[in-house]
């Protein structure tokens, strides 16, 4: 099946800094990316829709200043969490898709600790 | 009310039970399902679709009634391996697109 994968897995930083994840599409061109934010014992909550080239698409409540997407290319999406905060730790995982909008694989996830 | 409610578990049974997931949605329009299974602190993976007809995999079978907005997913011959939470999805047409919606999931443990 269809392999993504994020970077990093896991990473710690100090409140007020900011944050790169990465996510890639590594055998497919990803029309499509997703992130997702899980707390701990919640459900996946979808943070924003991209596509490649164009703005991204944010969902109710979540800040587009603060969760920076850039989906420059086909296998390529990166989440900047900036300015972090102790609230903003979580786990981020991201989606790819291609043409089937039926069909999502994800990646391992990133779990972020801000202290 | 939200999109997707499932039950809030834990689950906790023998090795060998048979036990029974249940999931709602409240968006009429939902055009596709789906039971994904997540292990502690991994990504979610793709259990099974879900028919409108009710489908099988080895000892999983999957059930959606339109009518009722409800889906179900049923283990038999439960393993260890099969502790985990379980996402009931949904797909939800946006206007901009279509969205996976998950359900905040229900815990199953198996015990020896």
């Known amino acids: 099946g269809a392999v993504v994968s994020q970077h990093p897995s896991r990473v710690i930083c100090k409140s007020g800094t900011s944050v790169k994840i990465e996510c890639r599409s590594l055998?497919?061109?990803?029309?499509?990316m997703f992130w997702y934010r899980q707390f701990p014992k919640q459900s996946l909550m979808l943070m924003a829709t991209?596509?490649?080239?164009?703005?991204?698409?944010?969902e109710q409540g979540v800040e587009k200043d603060k969760f920076l997407i850039n989906h420059a290319s086909l296998t390529l999406s990166t989440l900047t969490v900036t300015s972090a905060h102790p609230e903003d730790s979580s786990f981020y995982i991201c989606?790819?898709?291609?043409?089937?909008?039926?069909?999502?694989?994800f990646g391992p996830g990133t779990r972020l600790t801000v202290t | 009310r939200k999109e997707v409610e499932q039950d809030p578990g834990p689950f906790n049974v023998p090795e060998g039970a048979t036990v029974a997931f249940n999931c709602t949605y409240s968006?009429?329009?939902?055009?596709?399902f789906f039971w994904y299974r997540q292990d502690c602190r991994k990504e979610p993976k793709l259990l099974m679709s879900?028919?409108?007809s009710g489908n099988e995999d080895g000892r999983f079978t999957a059930q959606l009634n339109r009518a009722s907005q409800y889906i179900s997913l049923l283990i038999r011959d439960s393993k260890l391996s099969d502790s985990a939470t379980y996402l009931c999805?949904?797909?939800?047409?946006?206007?901009?697109?279509?969205?996976?919606?998950f359900g905040p999931g229900t815990r199953l443990s198996v015990l020896p």
């Open positions: 055998d497919f061109q990803a029309t499509t």
């Open positions: 968006n009429s329009a939902s055009q596709s």
């Open positions: 999805v949904v797909i939800i047409k946006r206007n901009y697109g279509q969205n996976f919606v």
């Open positions: 879900v028919y409108s």
């Open positions: 989606s790819a898709r291609d043409r089937d909008p039926y069909e999502q694989y």
């Open positions: 991209s596509n490649e080239g164009s703005k991204a698409t944010y």
